[in-house]
């Protein structure tokens, strides 16, 4: 083990760090002010870099036909609260439009998929979750599974079995310390710290405090003025968006195919658990963890990688239990 | 009373009519990682079914399909499905190797014959009382093995590294790569494995590039496959990289791009049917199958994979009409017994992956000269390089 290979490592490392770190971000986002484990996310993930290797291709996404139909049925479900269906109908014709412009405006592909896959978090957590405003984590975890192949089964119907080749938005490398580091990969890095500087300060003002509170204590958060249904759907958009541009910043790194988001979301998963899925940049160290850890198996026992990946959740949860750092709610 | 006359007459019609039918029972991967291996196959099997490719005389055939998304605990369960639903006299499918090992157990408890559209040569070997049953089209990657080791000694290379996937496919040609690099003398440096879902295999590239190999070869099949090649290209190495035939489609051209050129990889002589020479016994078969396949489905669009189901057609169809002439369909377990001993007896079917002349110890048939050609990655479209004959 030189010392080159050992930068090349710690640079891979880092980088594939900052996406599960991402998505370890969206994932604790979710957890905090709604107790639902979004599994879905790492659908959510790969369906943007895949709808813009659509537009790239001259096509126009199914998944501008998807978002535009989930906002539509939820503009009927809420068609009594005022001016809110108008609202969410307008939404989903832009979305349209936003589609159609994609296809006439290919350069623009990478933000028009952001704008197109955003609706689709929202939007699932007023179909899927917000009925059922008195589940249990475990109740909202086996509708967060079922989504999942759901979204997966989409996935594949869109957009077919092969993986899609991405423009990279920072093209050729820099020399870092002497090691050539892929342009790309410092842009995810830096998104990684840009959003949990940005949750976790958003989470100190009084409107993120709000956020919380709806979690931690459901009547109480009514009680004080805090709309809880209001809360979730801000959490999906915020989160989304963070998964969102977590995909398309990946990409042109890893290709993209439909089936490569759940193992995403289950690193993700065990990064934001070091995290005790309520704090932002535990969940920041711990996907950098699981992408160092992953990089250096990959080096010494590329066979068992996964596994020494997954087998990391024991010491953490270990740790957890036993350390003091707990939330007391009410349940 | 007379509705149970009616009720019988209909049975018995039913049973008339169903009896002078073979029925084939078909499990691919046309969804899931092994996607562009499966849809070439399901592609022909359309064009096998609408009688492109000529059907046995004197009986009509049914074909059941099913996809299995390339898994393999799907493909067992369609497997099951097939021989005891739809009662079918033949089991043609399991693209991937993994699949097709576990559909091995399903098919000799049930005495069913079935014919593997997969590589691994541990399908068909050694031919044991469940392999009695099993036989299969695609090169093993023994036979491939070789060429790739005949080719690469012939360049002069000295020291070869392998990375490949984790799952039967990778295991079976680290394995055979390993057993003929040793028998030519060839150094095995460093093997590597990684999941077709990985998003990076820096750490395995790195390993390798560490330890200099002259040549590199990638055990991985279908789109994923491009990862390591590209990974390789990027972090600088210059030696000769090989791929194994899993990669003969245009989806891995397209996705390769710049990364892939220049790849060396053994395949079957359909995939440059029309460069070779014109003694070679494949050469005419390839052609008319191309000429077909592009009529339906498009200029370019044709495959080694959908070749392969192709030539289990070509044995199936001598097969069943032979196996005609011993037992009648409707008798089952007589007529499962009398195809399987048909396609065990098959001799000198032209195919387009080369000449198939199977037996009791050799459930493939093909010889290693006339079943590969040495191919390279040329401007983005395939380049016969050598043939071995």
Known sequence: MDPTIFGFLLSDGLISGALYALVALSLVLVFAVTRVILIPMGEWVMYAPLTQAGFLEGRLPATVGLSALLLLVWAVLDRRRGRAPWLLAGWAVGVGLLGLAGVRWPSLAGPIAFLVVLPLGPASFRLFFEPLPQGSVLLYLILAVGLHFVYKGLGLAFFGPDQFRLPALWPGELGVLGLPVPGQGVLLVAAALLAMAGLFLFFTTLYGKALRAAAVNRLGARISGISVREAGRVAFLLATAVGAAAGLLAAPLTNASYDMGFLLGLKGFVAAILGGLVSYPLAVVGGGLVGLLEAFSSFYASAYKEAIVFTLLLPILAWRSLSALTLEEEE | ??????????????????????????????????????????????????????????????????????????????????????????????????????????????????????????????????????????????????????????????????????????????????????????????????????????????????????????????????????????????????????????????????????????????????????????????????????????????????????????????????????????????FRKALRDEIEATHGVVGVHGVFTMGPTDHLGLKFNEAAVMVRVKNGNWVLERTFR
Not at chain 2, 62 to 76: E, H, I, K, Q
Not at chain 2, 154 to 171: C, D, M, S
Not at chain 2, 294 to 309: D, L, N, P, Q, R
């Open chain 2, 1 to 334: 009373m007379r509705k149970r006359w009616i009720g019988l007459a209909v049975l018995l019609l039913g049973a008339a009519l169903a009896q002078a039918e073979v029925r084939i029972g078909v499990t691919l991967s046309a969804t899931g990682p092994a996607a562009s291996l499966g849809i070439p196959e399901k592609n022909t099997l359309l064009l096998i079914e609408q009688g492109t490719f000529g059907l046995p005389k004197g009986v009509k055939v049914r074909f059941f399909v099913l996809d299995d998304g390339t898994d393999p605990t799907a493909a067992v369960k369609n497997t099951k499905k097939l021989i005891q639903e739809n009662r079918v006299h033949l089991i043609i499918g399991g693209t991937t190797s993994p699949n097709s090992l576990a559909m091995i157990d399903a098919v000799a408890e049930a005495k069913v014959p079935f014919i593997s559209l997969a590589a691994a040569k541990a399908i068909i070997y050694p031919v044991d009382a469940k392999r009695y049953w099993v036989f299969k089209t695609p090169q093993t990657d023994e036979l491939m093995s070789k060429a790739v080791v005949e080719d690469m000694v012939a360049r002069g290379i000295k020291t070869v590294a392998y990375l490949g996937f984790n799952t039967a496919y990778g295991e079976g040609w680290a394995k055979e790569f390993a057993k003929a690099a040793k028998a030519a003398g060839l150094q095995l440096v460093a093997s590597e494995r990684y999941s077709p879902k990985d998003t990076s295999v820096t750490g395995q590239v790195l390993k390798i590039l560490s330890k200099r190999p002259d040549a590199v070869l990638i055990g991985a099949a279908g789109t994923p496959a491009v990862l390591p090649q590209r990974t390789l290209v990027e972090k600088g190495y210059r030696g000769q990289i090989y791929q194994t035939h899993g990669v003969a489609n245009p989806a891995f051209l397209k996705v390769g791009g710049r990364f892939v050129e220049n790849t060396l990889l053994p395949a079957g002589p359909i995939l440059v049917a029309a460069q070779l020479p014109n003694a070679f016994p494949s050469k005419r078969p390839a052609l008319t199958y191309i000429a077909a396949y592009e009529a339906k489905y498009g200029v370019g669009s044709y495959s080694t994979f959908g070749g392969h189901a192709y030539d289990a057609w070509q044995i199936a169809k001598g097969a069943i009409e032979r196996a005609l002439k011993k037992a009648r369909p409707d008798d089952l377990a007589a």
